[in-house]
C-alpha cells in the first residue's frame, strides 16, 4: 500500500494549478506557493521552522485521504510527510508499544502488526492515509478506533517552537476528533500504540463484521481473519483504494454520523414516521449517533447521485463523494455536498457535518 503516497516530481512547478490534485485521494485541488518534502521528524520540524521564518502560512499534507482543497489551492508552503519507520519502545509479557514515525503509511503498519501478532488495530485495516494522521481525527472503523491504543503522540509544538510528548489522555479524543483537528498548532512527529502480544483480535463488536466473519459479536477471531475480512467488507464499499475504481476517488465518509440529544432524536424519529426506524446507536450520555447515510438515502440522495461536472456519490456507499469523472472541480464537489446537507436538513432537520478537513473551501 505504500503507493497511496504520490512522490514529487523532481523539478515539478508547485504553482501549477494541478499540483494539489496530485496528492490528494480526491485528485482535488488547486497550486501549492511552495512543496516540500520531509522525511524524518528533524527534517518535518526544519521546513515547518524555515516556512514560519519566511512568514508563509503552513499546511502539513500526508496521504491526503482526508482533505478537501480548494481550487485555488494553497498559497504557502505545503510540507509533504514522508518519514518513516517503526520500532518497539516498551514491551512486557501481555503488550508491546511501538513508536510510529508520521509519514509511515497506514495500512502498512496495520499488516505488520497482524503479521507480528500484536492485537489492537486489525479492525482499522484498509484505511488510507499515514500512520501520524490517525490522532488528527481519531481514525475509527468496525468497531475500533486509535483512541483505544495510542499512549502518546510526540509533536512540533508550533506555538512554543518546541518537540513534546502528549500523552493519550491529553489529546481530547473524540469521536473523529481530537485536539489536533482543525488546530495548526501540532505537527505529529510519531505516534505510540500499546498492543496486546496475541495471535486473537480484540472482541469483534460491529454487528458487520461479527456476521462476515459467522460469529458472534463480544467473540476474538484470529488477527489474519479480522483483516481479511475487514479489507473485503471495506473493499465492496469502495473504502479501500484502488486506481482502477473512481469511486474510491474520494475521502471515504465525507459526512460524520450526528449525535444527537435524545429530544432531537425524538423528533428525528416522528419526522422520519414511514421510513422505517433510522439506524441509530447510543452514544455518551443521553445521546444517539444517527446513520448519516440513512439520512442521505432517505432525503433522496441515494448510491449514484450526479452533481455538477461528474462529481457523484459513490455507487457502492452513500456516505462517499466522489471525483468520479476525474475531471471535476473542488467547487463542483462542495456543491454537491451543500445539496445534500441542505436536503438532509429540510426533509429531517438534522445537521450534517463534513469529516474531511477543508482547505480554502467551505460547505
Ligand atoms: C477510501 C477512503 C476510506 C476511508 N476510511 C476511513 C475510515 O474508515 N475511518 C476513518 O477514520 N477515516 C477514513 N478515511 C479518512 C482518512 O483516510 C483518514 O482520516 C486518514 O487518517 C487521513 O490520513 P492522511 O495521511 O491521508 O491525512 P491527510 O489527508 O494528509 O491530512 C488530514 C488532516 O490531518 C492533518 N495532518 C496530516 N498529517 C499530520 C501530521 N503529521 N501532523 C499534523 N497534522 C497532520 C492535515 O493537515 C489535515 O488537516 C478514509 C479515506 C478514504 C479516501
Known amino acids: 500500500m505504500s503507493d497511496v503516497y504520490a512522490e514529487p516530481a523532481t523539478g515539478a512547478d508547485p504553482t501549477d494549478p494541478a499540483t494539489l490534485a496530485r496528492y490528494t485521494t480526491l485528485r482535488l485541488g488547486g497550486a501549492a506557493g511552495r512543496l516540500d518534502t520531509a522525511t524524518s521528524a528533524d527534517e518535518i520540524v526544519q521546513k515547518v521552522q524555515d516556512a514560519e521564518s519566511r512568514d508563509e502560512p503552513v499546511l502539513v499534507l500526508a496521504g491526503g485521504s482526508n482533505v478537501v482543497i480548494g481550487d485555488q489551492g494553497f498559497a504557502g508552503t505545503v510540507v509533504l510527510i514522508r518519514s518513516r519507520g517503526l520500532r ?13 514515525e508520521a509519514g509511515e503509511p497506514w495500512d502498512d503498519l496495520v499488516a505488520a502488526t497482524v503479521e507480528r501478532g500484536w492485537s489492537g488495530l486489525e479492525c482499522l485495516s484498509g484505511i ?9 481525527q481519531n481514525v475509527g472503523a468496525y468497531g475500533q478506533e486509535v483512541a483505544e491504543t495510542i499512549t502518546g503522540v510526540e509533536a512540533y509544538d508550533r506555538t512554543h517552537g518546541k518537540v513534546v510528548r502528549i500523552d493519550a489522555a491529553d489529546c481530547g479524543f473524540a469521536y473523529r476528533g481530537s485536539i489536533f483537528k482543525y488546530s495548526d498548532r501540532w505537527v505529529v512527529l510519531s505516534v505510540d500504540f500499546r498492543l496486546a502480544r496475541s495471535p486473537l483480535s480484540g472482541p469483534v463488536r460491529y454487528v458487520e463484521l461479527a456476521r462476515a466473519l459467522g460469529v458472534e459479536v463480544g467473540d ?36 460524520t454520523n450526528p449525535v444527537l440529544e435524545r429530544e432531537a ?22 445521546v444517539v449517533k444517527v446513520s448519516a447515510a440513512w439520512l442521505i438515502d432517505k432525503a433522496g440522495f441515494g448510491k449514484g447521485y450526479v ?35 441542505d436536503g438532509v436538513h429540510d426533509r429531517f432537520g438534522v445537521p450534517l457535518h463534513p469529516e474531511p478537513v477543508l482547505i480554502n473551501c467551505t460547505i
Open 128 to 136: 488510507p492515509g499515514s500512520a501520524g494522521a490517525t490522532p488528527i
Open 307 to 341: 452533481g455538477p461536472e461528474g462529481v457523484a456519490i459513490s455507487s457502492k456507499h452513500t456516505l462517499a463523494l466522489t471525483n468520479r469523472s476525474g475531471t471535476a472541480s473542488t467547487a463542483a464537489l462542495v456543491a454537491l455536498a451543500r445539496e445534500i446537507r
Open 220 to 255: 476474538r477471531v484470529p488477527l489474519i481473519d479480522a483483516r481479511a475480512t475487514v479489507l473485503r467488507l471495506r473493499a465492496g464499499k469502495g473504502m479501500v483504494l484502488d486506481a482502477d475504481d473512481p469511486d474510491t476517488r474520494s475521502v471515504g465518509s465525507f459526512f
Open 88 to 100: 518497539v519502545v516498551a514491551e512486557d509479557a501481555e503488550t508491546v508499544t511501538v513508536r510510529v
Open 265 to 286: 432524536y425524538e423528533l428525528l424519529r416522528e419526522r422520519a414516521a414511514g421510513l422505517g426506524e433510522p439506524p441509530a446507536w447510543p452514544g455518551a450520555g443521553d
